[in-house]
């Protein structure tokens, strides 16, 4: 079984997504489109997302072990003033990304930190905020292709990672699924399937073999490029972009489960 991204790849891939969004903001028509993907944002808007949540995780992991995030990181990004101009924009945006790797090998991977996912499969660790971080990037990054009209799948390295770490981060929780018990299969073109189990203990996610079970251990399975799945999970694309066997009227159950923070 392939083993999960190591931190100084995580890091890696951190800086080559947010340098892939600059190219794309660079390239886009104007910094007032509407992005598609996030229609209360402009382009503008997206950046400041990007970015003021880059410095709000540099300051983060840069406190530590935590109950809660620092007051004045939440307080920073709450008041956060952006530059208008294209250029001057852009060189904010490289040096939130570089405060924010910073950050992160500063701290290393072990280090513990607040997070929001404390119920969740993944740590509260500065790992486990790279390995997500990564993400954001990434999608953010497909959000500002489309805005200009060249979307690119999510590199595979990344994207392979991301469907798990979605899993893992997003879905996993201990709060009851208020349905039937089933479970959700998802399969990469590229070789790697998951399982996220759903019942009245929560919802936990795990690596499958790709030839192992069936639709009599899974309600529904998704199957795309790892590419389109980790979109898929994040809203960007709707399941009929997938192939889906089984009760596809589940995946509307899991889109709508709210658990219990």
Not at 163 to 188: M, N
Not at 196 to 206: H, P
Not at 223 to 240: F, H, K, N, Q
Request: some cysteine; glycine content about 8%; aromatic content about 8%.
């Amino acid at each position: 079984m392939e083993a999960n991204l190591e931190f100084p790849d995580l890091l890696r891939l951190i800086d080559e997504r947010s340098t892939a969004f600059r190219a794309a903001v660079a390239a886009a028509p104007s910094l007032d489109a509407q992005v598609p993907t996030c229609p209360e944002w402009t382009l503008s808007d997206l950046v400041k997302h990007l970015g003021g949540g880059d410095r709000f995780w540099a300051a983060i992991v840069g406190a530590g072990p935590a109950d809660a995030p620092p007051a004045d990181a939440a307080a920073a990004r709450a008041a956060l003033e952006v530059p208008q101009e294209r250029e001057a924009l852009l060189a904010w945006l490289a040096a939130s990304t570089q405060l924010l790797l910073g950050a992160l090998s500063e701290a290393g991977p072990g280090r513990g930190c607040w997070t929001w996912w404390p119920a969740s499969q993944s740590p509260q660790t500065s790992g486990a905020v790279a390995r997500h971080r990564a993400q954001e990037s990434a999608v953010h990054t497909y959000d500002v292709q489309l805005t200009a009209g060249a979307p690119q799948p999510l590199p595979v390295e990344v994207a392979l990672d991301g469907v798990e770490e979605f899993l893992f981060t997003v879905c996993a929780t201990s709060s009851a699924w208020p349905h039937q018990p089933t479970a959700f299969d998802f399969h990469s073109a590229e070789g790697r399937s998951w399982r996220l189990t759903v019942d009245g203990a929560g919802a936990r996610a795990a690596r499958i073999s790709a030839t192992g079970g069936g639709l009599d251990a899974a309600g529904v399975a998704v199957r795309g490029t790892a590419s389109e799945l980790v979109l898929y999970l994040y809203d960007r694309i709707p399941a009929g972009s997938l192939h889906v066997d089984g009760d596809a009227g589940l995946l509307d159950l899991l889109r709508a489960w709210e658990p219990e923070a």
